[in-house]
Protein backbone atom coordinates (compact mmCIF):
# COMPACT_ATOMS: atom_id res chain seq x y z
CA UNK A 1 0.00 0.00 0.00
CA UNK A 2 1.54 3.25 -0.95
CA UNK A 3 0.65 5.72 2.18
CA UNK A 4 -0.31 9.48 2.24
CA UNK A 5 -0.24 11.73 5.08
CA UNK A 6 -1.18 10.09 8.45
CA UNK A 7 -2.80 7.01 6.55
CA UNK A 8 -0.78 3.47 8.33
CA UNK A 9 -1.92 0.14 9.29
CA UNK A 10 -2.73 -0.55 13.07
CA UNK A 11 -2.59 -3.27 14.93
CA UNK A 12 -6.24 -4.84 13.90
CA UNK A 13 -4.60 -4.51 10.18
CA UNK A 14 -7.18 -1.48 9.51
CA UNK A 15 -6.32 1.15 7.97
CA UNK A 16 -6.14 3.79 10.16
CA UNK A 17 -6.04 7.99 9.24
CA UNK A 18 -5.42 10.89 11.34
CA UNK A 19 -4.56 8.79 13.84
CA UNK A 20 -8.36 7.41 13.71
CA UNK A 21 -9.38 3.37 12.79
CA UNK A 22 -11.46 3.97 9.85
CA UNK A 23 -13.45 1.13 10.23
CA UNK A 24 -14.98 2.49 13.15
CA UNK A 25 -15.87 5.70 10.88
CA UNK A 26 -17.61 3.45 8.58
CA UNK A 27 -19.54 1.79 11.92
CA UNK A 28 -20.55 5.64 13.22
CA UNK A 29 -21.00 7.13 9.66
CA UNK A 30 -21.89 4.60 7.29
CA UNK A 31 -20.65 3.96 3.71
CA UNK A 32 -20.01 5.11 1.41
CA UNK A 33 -17.90 8.18 3.26
CA UNK A 34 -15.38 10.71 3.13
CA UNK A 35 -12.16 11.07 4.85
CA UNK A 36 -10.18 13.40 4.90
CA UNK A 37 -6.58 13.81 6.48
CA UNK A 38 -6.58 16.95 7.96
CA UNK A 39 -2.72 17.05 8.80
CA UNK A 40 -1.73 16.69 4.74
CA UNK A 41 -4.30 19.47 3.63
CA UNK A 42 -1.91 21.48 6.30
CA UNK A 43 1.27 19.98 5.28
CA UNK A 44 0.52 21.47 1.26
CA UNK A 45 -0.82 24.50 2.59
CA UNK A 46 2.54 25.60 4.49
CA UNK A 47 4.44 23.38 1.41
CA UNK A 48 3.17 26.33 -1.03
CA UNK A 49 3.44 28.96 1.35
CA UNK A 50 6.88 28.48 2.83
CA UNK A 51 8.22 28.39 -0.58
CA UNK A 52 7.15 31.70 -1.42
CA UNK A 53 8.40 33.08 2.23
CA UNK A 54 11.99 30.85 2.53
CA UNK A 55 12.44 32.75 -1.80
CA UNK A 56 11.71 35.88 0.05
CA UNK A 57 8.99 36.74 -2.96
CA UNK A 58 5.05 38.40 -2.09
CA UNK A 59 2.72 35.88 -3.11
CA UNK A 60 -1.00 34.64 -2.56
CA UNK A 61 -1.77 30.68 -2.16
CA UNK A 62 -5.33 31.05 -3.35
CA UNK A 63 -7.24 27.58 -2.27
CA UNK A 64 -9.05 26.77 -5.46
CA UNK A 65 -12.27 25.68 -3.96
CA UNK A 66 -14.08 24.04 -6.42
CA UNK A 67 -11.83 20.85 -5.68
CA UNK A 68 -13.84 20.83 -2.70
CA UNK A 69 -16.38 23.77 -0.91
CA UNK A 70 -17.69 23.73 2.20
CA UNK A 71 -18.03 25.71 5.30
CA UNK A 72 -15.28 23.32 7.07
CA UNK A 73 -13.06 23.14 4.55
CA UNK A 74 -13.03 26.81 4.17
CA UNK A 75 -12.31 27.24 7.99
CA UNK A 76 -9.63 24.97 7.15
CA UNK A 77 -7.98 27.32 4.52
CA UNK A 78 -8.94 30.32 6.64
CA UNK A 79 -6.26 28.86 9.57
CA UNK A 80 -3.71 28.33 7.08
CA UNK A 81 -3.71 31.34 6.34
CA UNK A 82 -4.04 31.33 2.15
CA UNK A 83 -6.55 32.72 0.17
CA UNK A 84 -9.15 31.29 -1.46
CA UNK A 85 -10.69 30.83 -5.36
CA UNK A 86 -14.50 31.01 -5.95
CA UNK A 87 -16.03 30.39 -9.76
CA UNK A 88 -19.81 30.72 -8.40
CA UNK A 89 -22.51 32.39 -6.25
CA UNK A 90 -22.70 29.09 -4.45
CA UNK A 91 -18.90 28.88 -3.82
CA UNK A 92 -18.48 32.83 -2.94
CA UNK A 93 -21.78 32.29 -0.65
CA UNK A 94 -19.82 29.22 0.98
CA UNK A 95 -17.16 31.60 1.83
CA UNK A 96 -18.80 34.31 3.18
CA UNK A 97 -20.75 31.79 5.53
CA UNK A 98 -17.45 30.15 6.74
CA UNK A 99 -16.75 33.86 7.87
CA UNK A 100 -13.56 33.74 5.06
CA UNK A 101 -12.31 37.13 4.59
CA UNK A 102 -13.61 39.23 1.61
CA UNK A 103 -10.48 40.46 0.79
CA UNK A 104 -8.43 37.62 0.23
CA UNK A 105 -11.44 36.04 -1.79
CA UNK A 106 -10.72 35.71 -5.88
CA UNK A 107 -13.71 35.33 -7.80
CA UNK A 108 -13.23 33.15 -11.56
CA UNK A 109 -15.58 32.29 -13.96
CA UNK A 110 -16.10 32.75 -17.77
CA UNK A 111 -19.91 33.51 -17.77
CA UNK A 112 -20.20 35.40 -13.79
CA UNK A 113 -24.17 36.62 -13.60
CA UNK A 114 -24.86 40.80 -12.67
CA UNK A 115 -26.14 39.07 -9.43
CA UNK A 116 -22.69 36.92 -8.94
CA UNK A 117 -20.90 40.02 -9.42
CA UNK A 118 -22.92 42.13 -7.20
CA UNK A 119 -22.85 39.72 -4.50
CA UNK A 120 -18.95 39.73 -5.27
CA UNK A 121 -19.47 43.82 -5.03
CA UNK A 122 -21.25 44.27 -2.19
CA UNK A 123 -19.51 41.28 -0.08
CA UNK A 124 -16.20 43.71 -1.02
CA UNK A 125 -13.74 40.31 -2.08
CA UNK A 126 -10.53 41.37 -3.03
CA UNK A 127 -10.48 40.80 -6.79
CA UNK A 128 -12.50 39.51 -9.91
CA UNK A 129 -10.52 37.97 -12.26
CA UNK A 130 -11.99 39.35 -15.53
CA UNK A 131 -12.50 36.99 -18.13
CA UNK A 132 -14.07 38.74 -21.05
CA UNK A 133 -15.22 42.42 -22.57
CA UNK A 134 -18.90 41.28 -21.17
CA UNK A 135 -18.07 41.11 -18.21
CA UNK A 136 -15.81 43.74 -18.10
CA UNK A 137 -17.95 46.35 -18.90
CA UNK A 138 -20.85 45.11 -16.50
CA UNK A 139 -18.27 45.24 -13.98
CA UNK A 140 -17.82 48.74 -14.26
CA UNK A 141 -20.92 49.67 -14.22
CA UNK A 142 -22.07 47.82 -11.74
CA UNK A 143 -19.64 49.24 -9.78
CA UNK A 144 -20.08 52.81 -10.15
CA UNK A 145 -23.25 52.35 -9.63
CA UNK A 146 -22.55 51.33 -6.27
CA UNK A 147 -19.71 53.96 -5.59
CA UNK A 148 -17.01 50.98 -5.32
CA UNK A 149 -14.31 50.66 -6.54
CA UNK A 150 -13.35 47.01 -7.69
CA UNK A 151 -9.27 45.56 -7.80
CA UNK A 152 -9.09 43.23 -10.85
CA UNK A 153 -7.30 40.40 -13.21
CA UNK A 154 -7.42 39.90 -16.73
CA UNK A 155 -7.48 36.25 -17.65
CA UNK A 156 -5.46 35.61 -20.27
CA UNK A 157 -4.54 32.55 -22.81
CA UNK A 158 -1.10 32.48 -23.35
CA UNK A 159 -1.34 29.75 -26.24
CA UNK A 160 0.08 26.70 -23.56
CA UNK A 161 -1.98 24.20 -22.53
CA UNK A 162 -0.48 21.59 -20.49
CA UNK A 163 -1.84 18.63 -19.17
CA UNK A 164 0.06 15.98 -16.75
CA UNK A 165 3.79 15.24 -19.44
CA UNK A 166 2.33 17.20 -22.44
CA UNK A 167 1.85 20.86 -23.00
CA UNK A 168 1.50 22.54 -26.14
CA UNK A 169 1.77 25.82 -27.94
CA UNK A 170 -0.98 26.68 -29.76
CA UNK A 171 -0.42 30.39 -31.04
CA UNK A 172 -4.32 31.30 -31.16
CA UNK A 173 -5.92 29.81 -28.46
CA UNK A 174 -9.01 27.89 -28.66
CA UNK A 175 -10.47 28.11 -25.33
CA UNK A 176 -13.52 29.49 -23.67
CA UNK A 177 -11.90 31.21 -21.64
CA UNK A 178 -10.32 34.47 -21.12
CA UNK A 179 -8.75 37.04 -23.25
CA UNK A 180 -5.71 36.15 -26.07
CA UNK A 181 -2.48 37.40 -25.17
CA UNK A 182 -1.42 36.99 -28.73
CA UNK A 183 -4.30 38.26 -31.00
CA UNK A 184 -4.52 41.75 -29.38
CA UNK A 185 -7.53 40.93 -26.88
CA UNK A 186 -5.71 41.11 -24.09
CA UNK A 187 -3.87 44.57 -24.80
CA UNK A 188 -7.03 45.82 -25.84
CA UNK A 189 -8.82 44.53 -22.11
CA UNK A 190 -5.72 46.22 -20.65
CA UNK A 191 -6.78 49.30 -22.10
CA UNK A 192 -9.55 49.95 -21.75
CA UNK A 193 -9.81 48.63 -17.70
CA UNK A 194 -6.88 51.39 -17.50
CA UNK A 195 -9.35 53.87 -18.74
CA UNK A 196 -12.12 52.73 -16.56
CA UNK A 197 -13.10 54.48 -13.29
CA UNK A 198 -14.55 51.88 -11.47
CA UNK A 199 -11.88 49.61 -11.73
CA UNK A 200 -8.08 48.79 -10.39
CA UNK A 201 -6.10 46.71 -12.84
CA UNK A 202 -4.23 44.74 -10.48
CA UNK A 203 -2.45 42.70 -13.50
CA UNK A 204 -2.98 39.35 -15.30
CA UNK A 205 -3.99 35.67 -14.51
CA UNK A 206 -3.78 32.76 -16.75
CA UNK A 207 -4.68 28.77 -16.19
CA UNK A 208 -3.10 26.77 -18.24
CA UNK A 209 -4.20 23.21 -17.47
CA UNK A 210 -4.62 20.34 -14.35
CA UNK A 211 -2.84 17.72 -13.20
CA UNK A 212 0.56 18.79 -14.65
CA UNK A 213 3.92 16.64 -13.67
CA UNK A 214 6.15 19.27 -15.51
CA UNK A 215 7.16 22.96 -14.86
CA UNK A 216 7.60 23.64 -18.04
CA UNK A 217 4.22 24.69 -19.23
CA UNK A 218 4.54 27.20 -16.33
CA UNK A 219 7.39 28.61 -17.16
CA UNK A 220 6.95 29.30 -20.58
CA UNK A 221 3.21 30.46 -19.89
CA UNK A 222 5.25 32.78 -17.37
CA UNK A 223 7.46 33.65 -19.39
CA UNK A 224 5.25 34.52 -22.58
CA UNK A 225 2.83 36.96 -20.19
CA UNK A 226 6.60 38.81 -19.29
CA UNK A 227 7.61 39.19 -22.52
CA UNK A 228 4.10 40.89 -23.29
CA UNK A 229 3.56 42.82 -20.20
CA UNK A 230 7.51 44.40 -20.92
CA UNK A 231 5.49 45.54 -24.29
CA UNK A 232 2.76 47.20 -22.08
CA UNK A 233 4.94 48.63 -19.67
CA UNK A 234 7.01 50.40 -22.75
CA UNK A 235 4.05 51.40 -24.70
CA UNK A 236 1.61 52.16 -22.08
CA UNK A 237 3.53 52.25 -18.59
CA UNK A 238 1.38 49.68 -17.72
CA UNK A 239 3.25 47.94 -14.13
CA UNK A 240 1.71 44.38 -13.70
CA UNK A 241 1.52 44.26 -9.67
CA UNK A 242 0.32 40.73 -9.79
CA UNK A 243 1.18 38.16 -11.83
CA UNK A 244 -1.34 34.88 -10.76
CA UNK A 245 -0.34 31.56 -13.06
CA UNK A 246 -3.24 29.42 -11.79
CA UNK A 247 -3.20 26.15 -10.46
CA UNK A 248 -3.00 22.51 -12.09
CA UNK A 249 -0.50 21.32 -9.87
CA UNK A 250 -0.53 16.96 -10.14
CA UNK A 251 -0.86 14.13 -7.60
CA UNK A 252 -0.33 10.73 -7.54
CA UNK A 253 -3.27 8.49 -8.15
CA UNK A 254 -1.49 5.59 -8.71
CA UNK A 255 2.52 4.61 -9.08
CA UNK A 256 1.94 5.60 -12.76
CA UNK A 257 1.73 9.43 -11.34
CA UNK A 258 5.01 10.86 -10.73
CA UNK A 259 4.68 14.36 -9.97
CA UNK A 260 6.74 16.99 -8.28
CA UNK A 261 6.79 18.05 -4.83
CA UNK A 262 4.86 21.79 -4.46
CA UNK A 263 7.41 23.63 -3.71
CA UNK A 264 9.38 22.21 -7.11
CA UNK A 265 6.52 24.01 -8.84
CA UNK A 266 6.90 27.12 -6.74
CA UNK A 267 10.51 27.35 -6.86
CA UNK A 268 10.95 26.86 -10.54
CA UNK A 269 8.26 29.24 -11.37
CA UNK A 270 9.45 32.08 -8.98
CA UNK A 271 13.09 31.31 -10.84
CA UNK A 272 11.42 32.37 -14.19
CA UNK A 273 9.72 35.30 -13.07
CA UNK A 274 12.51 36.66 -11.73
CA UNK A 275 15.08 36.02 -14.61
CA UNK A 276 12.41 37.10 -17.07
CA UNK A 277 11.46 40.37 -15.13
CA UNK A 278 15.16 41.06 -15.01
CA UNK A 279 15.62 40.82 -18.52
CA UNK A 280 13.26 43.52 -19.08
CA UNK A 281 14.13 45.69 -15.94
CA UNK A 282 10.97 45.03 -14.68
CA UNK A 283 10.08 44.67 -10.97
CA UNK A 284 8.98 41.48 -9.71
CA UNK A 285 5.26 41.39 -9.12
CA UNK A 286 3.49 39.52 -6.91
CA UNK A 287 2.78 36.00 -7.75
CA UNK A 288 -0.41 34.00 -6.90
CA UNK A 289 -1.34 30.83 -7.65
CA UNK A 290 -4.22 28.57 -7.37
CA UNK A 291 -3.83 25.50 -6.36
CA UNK A 292 -6.84 23.14 -5.73
CA UNK A 293 -5.99 19.32 -6.07
CA UNK A 294 -2.65 19.59 -4.92
CA UNK A 295 -4.10 20.89 -1.39
CA UNK A 296 -6.80 17.73 -1.43
CA UNK A 297 -6.31 15.88 -3.65
CA UNK A 298 -4.18 13.01 -1.72
CA UNK A 299 -5.55 13.62 1.55
CA UNK A 300 -8.76 12.21 0.81
CA UNK A 301 -10.21 8.82 0.94
CA UNK A 302 -13.77 7.31 0.26
CA UNK A 303 -14.68 3.81 2.48
CA UNK A 304 -17.42 1.79 0.43
CA UNK A 305 -18.99 -1.37 1.19
CA UNK A 306 -18.43 -4.52 -0.38
CA UNK A 307 -22.06 -5.80 -2.32
CA UNK A 308 -22.67 -8.09 -4.72
CA UNK A 309 -20.42 -10.12 -6.80
CA UNK A 310 -20.49 -11.27 -10.51
CA UNK A 311 -18.53 -13.70 -12.13
CA UNK A 312 -18.26 -13.92 -15.86
CA UNK A 313 -16.35 -16.99 -16.70
CA UNK A 314 -12.85 -16.18 -18.20
CA UNK A 315 -13.10 -13.13 -18.53
CA UNK A 316 -13.59 -10.95 -14.81
CA UNK A 317 -14.93 -10.74 -11.57
CA UNK A 318 -17.07 -7.89 -10.46
CA UNK A 319 -17.50 -6.34 -7.52
CA UNK A 320 -20.02 -3.83 -6.66
CA UNK A 321 -20.10 -1.43 -3.70
CA UNK A 322 -22.53 0.69 -2.42
CA UNK A 323 -21.44 4.21 -4.15
CA UNK A 324 -19.91 5.19 -7.57
CA UNK A 325 -20.66 7.66 -10.01
CA UNK A 326 -22.49 9.51 -7.72
CA UNK A 327 -19.46 10.36 -5.22
CA UNK A 328 -17.20 9.68 -8.17
CA UNK A 329 -17.93 10.81 -11.56
CA UNK A 330 -14.34 10.95 -12.61
CA UNK A 331 -13.10 6.95 -13.99
CA UNK A 332 -16.75 7.78 -15.73
CA UNK A 333 -15.61 11.39 -16.79
CA UNK A 334 -12.34 11.12 -17.65
CA UNK A 335 -11.21 7.71 -17.19
CA UNK A 336 -9.08 8.69 -13.83
CA UNK A 337 -7.36 5.40 -12.05
CA UNK A 338 -7.33 5.09 -8.70
CA UNK A 339 -5.42 2.77 -5.91
CA UNK A 340 -7.45 0.92 -3.18
CA UNK A 341 -7.09 -1.51 -0.30
CA UNK A 342 -9.45 -3.54 2.01
CA UNK A 343 -9.36 -1.39 4.75
CA UNK A 344 -10.55 -4.08 7.20
CA UNK A 345 -7.91 -6.01 6.30
CA UNK A 346 -5.09 -4.22 4.80
CA UNK A 347 -2.27 -6.66 5.34
CA UNK A 348 -3.85 -9.47 3.99
CA UNK A 349 -1.97 -11.16 1.03
CA UNK A 350 -3.21 -10.23 -2.25
CA UNK A 351 -5.01 -13.05 -3.96
CA UNK A 352 -7.24 -11.90 -7.35
CA UNK A 353 -7.87 -9.17 -9.28
CA UNK A 354 -11.61 -7.51 -9.36
CA UNK A 355 -13.38 -4.86 -10.99
CA UNK A 356 -15.20 -2.10 -8.97
CA UNK A 357 -18.30 -1.63 -9.89
CA UNK A 358 -20.68 1.23 -8.85
CA UNK A 359 -24.37 0.90 -7.79
CA UNK A 360 -26.06 3.46 -10.95
CA UNK A 361 -27.52 2.08 -13.47
CA UNK A 362 -25.26 2.35 -15.99
CA UNK A 363 -22.95 0.37 -17.65
CA UNK A 364 -20.37 3.24 -17.54
CA UNK A 365 -20.69 3.64 -13.71
CA UNK A 366 -17.25 1.32 -13.36
CA UNK A 367 -14.93 3.02 -10.06
CA UNK A 368 -11.78 0.79 -10.67
CA UNK A 369 -10.73 -1.79 -13.69
CA UNK A 370 -8.78 -4.64 -12.50
CA UNK A 371 -7.61 -3.91 -9.01
CA UNK A 372 -5.64 -6.41 -7.18
CA UNK A 373 -6.97 -7.21 -4.01
CA UNK A 374 -7.50 -10.13 -1.23
CA UNK A 375 -10.40 -12.15 -1.01
CA UNK A 376 -12.97 -9.75 -0.78
CA UNK A 377 -16.54 -10.61 0.73
CA UNK A 378 -19.80 -8.73 0.94
CA UNK A 379 -19.32 -6.60 4.07
CA UNK A 380 -15.64 -5.84 3.53
CA UNK A 381 -14.64 -2.25 3.63
CA UNK A 382 -12.76 -0.91 0.03
CA UNK A 383 -11.08 2.51 0.77
CA UNK A 384 -10.40 4.33 -2.31
CA UNK A 385 -7.11 7.12 -2.26
CA UNK A 386 -6.58 10.04 -3.48
CA UNK A 387 -10.57 10.80 -3.79
CA UNK A 388 -10.43 15.02 -2.27
CA UNK A 389 -10.11 16.75 -5.01
CA UNK A 390 -13.67 17.03 -7.46
CA UNK A 391 -15.09 13.71 -5.50
CA UNK A 392 -17.72 15.61 -3.50
CA UNK A 393 -17.91 18.68 -5.33
CA UNK A 394 -18.95 16.71 -8.16
CA UNK A 395 -20.71 14.39 -6.47
CA UNK A 396 -24.56 14.36 -8.06
CA UNK A 397 -28.27 12.62 -7.07
CA UNK A 398 -28.27 9.99 -10.54
CA UNK A 399 -30.58 7.60 -9.02
CA UNK A 400 -32.06 9.63 -6.64
CA UNK A 401 -29.11 8.53 -3.99
CA UNK A 402 -28.30 10.53 -1.37
CA UNK A 403 -24.55 12.05 -1.17
CA UNK A 404 -22.12 10.56 0.79
CA UNK A 405 -21.08 12.75 4.72
CA UNK A 406 -17.47 14.01 4.91
CA UNK A 407 -15.37 13.97 7.95
CA UNK A 408 -12.39 15.26 9.17
CA UNK A 409 -9.48 13.51 10.72
CA UNK A 410 -6.67 14.81 12.95
CA UNK A 411 -4.95 13.53 15.68
CA UNK A 412 -7.17 11.49 16.70
CA UNK A 413 -10.21 13.58 16.54
CA UNK A 414 -13.19 13.09 14.29
CA UNK A 415 -15.09 16.31 12.90
CA UNK A 416 -18.49 15.91 10.77
CA UNK A 417 -18.08 18.62 8.38
CA UNK A 418 -20.85 17.47 5.66
CA UNK A 419 -23.73 15.58 7.33
CA UNK A 420 -25.23 12.24 4.95
CA UNK A 421 -28.46 13.47 2.78
CA UNK A 422 -31.42 12.02 3.45
CA UNK A 423 -34.26 10.59 1.42
CA UNK A 424 -36.18 14.01 2.65
CA UNK A 425 -33.20 15.65 1.30
CA UNK A 426 -33.79 14.35 -1.99
CA UNK A 427 -37.06 15.34 -2.17
CA UNK A 428 -36.81 19.06 -0.61
CA UNK A 429 -37.15 20.79 -3.67
CA UNK A 430 -39.86 18.68 -5.15
CA UNK A 431 -43.27 20.48 -5.07
CA UNK A 432 -46.31 18.24 -5.93
CA UNK A 433 -48.84 19.30 -9.49
CA UNK A 434 -51.07 22.05 -8.40
CA UNK A 435 -53.93 20.88 -10.65
CA UNK A 436 -55.18 17.29 -11.77
CA UNK A 437 -54.30 15.90 -15.01
CA UNK A 438 -57.30 13.68 -16.08
CA UNK A 439 -57.00 12.44 -19.34
CA UNK A 440 -60.14 9.86 -20.84
N1 LIG B 1 -7.55 28.03 -11.20
C1 LIG B 1 -8.37 27.97 -12.26
C2 LIG B 1 -8.68 29.18 -13.00
C3 LIG B 1 -8.93 26.75 -12.63
O1 LIG B 1 -9.75 26.69 -13.68
C4 LIG B 1 -8.63 25.57 -11.88
C5 LIG B 1 -9.21 24.29 -12.23
C6 LIG B 1 -7.78 25.69 -10.78
C7 LIG B 1 -7.24 26.94 -10.47
C8 LIG B 1 -7.40 24.54 -9.92
O2 LIG B 1 -6.75 23.54 -10.63
P1 LIG B 1 -6.13 22.28 -9.87
O3 LIG B 1 -5.00 22.80 -9.02
O4 LIG B 1 -7.19 21.68 -9.02
O5 LIG B 1 -5.70 21.38 -10.94
N2 LIG B 1 -12.84 18.35 -12.63
C9 LIG B 1 -11.51 18.10 -13.14
C10 LIG B 1 -10.58 19.24 -12.87
C11 LIG B 1 -11.05 20.54 -13.47
C12 LIG B 1 -10.15 21.68 -13.14
C13 LIG B 1 -10.74 22.96 -13.58
N3 LIG B 1 -10.01 24.12 -13.21
C14 LIG B 1 -10.99 16.81 -12.52
O6 LIG B 1 -11.71 16.19 -11.74
O7 LIG B 1 -9.88 16.38 -12.81
Known amino acids: MHTYGTARVNQSGHLEVGGVDVISLANKYGTPLYIYDVALIRERARGF ?28 VEEEGLSLDVVSGGELYTALKANFPAERIHFHGNNKSKEELIMAIES ?48 QEDSKFGFDLN ?16 IKLLGVHCHIGSQIFE ?9 KIIEKLAEWKERYQFESDVLNLGGGFGIRYTEEDDP ?11 KEV ?39 PKVRKYIAIDGGMNDNIRPALYEAKYEAVLANRVNDPVEETVSIAGKCCESGDMLIWDLPLPKAESGDILAVFCTGAYG ?29 ESYE ?8 LTRTMSHK
Request: charged fraction near 20%.
Open 49 to 76: KETFEKLGVSAQVAYASKAFSAIGMIQL
Open 124 to 171: GIGCVVVDNFYELHMLQSLCEQQGKVMNILLRVTPGVEAHTHDYITTG
Open 183 to 198: NGQAEEAMQIALKMTA
Open 215 to 223: TTGFTLAAR
Open 260 to 270: LEPWQYVEEII
Open 274 to 312: QDQTATYSMSMPEIWIEPGRSLVGDAGITLYQTGSEKHV
Open 392 to 420: YSMANNYNRIPRPPVVFVENGNVDLIIKR
Open 425 to 432: DIIKLDLP
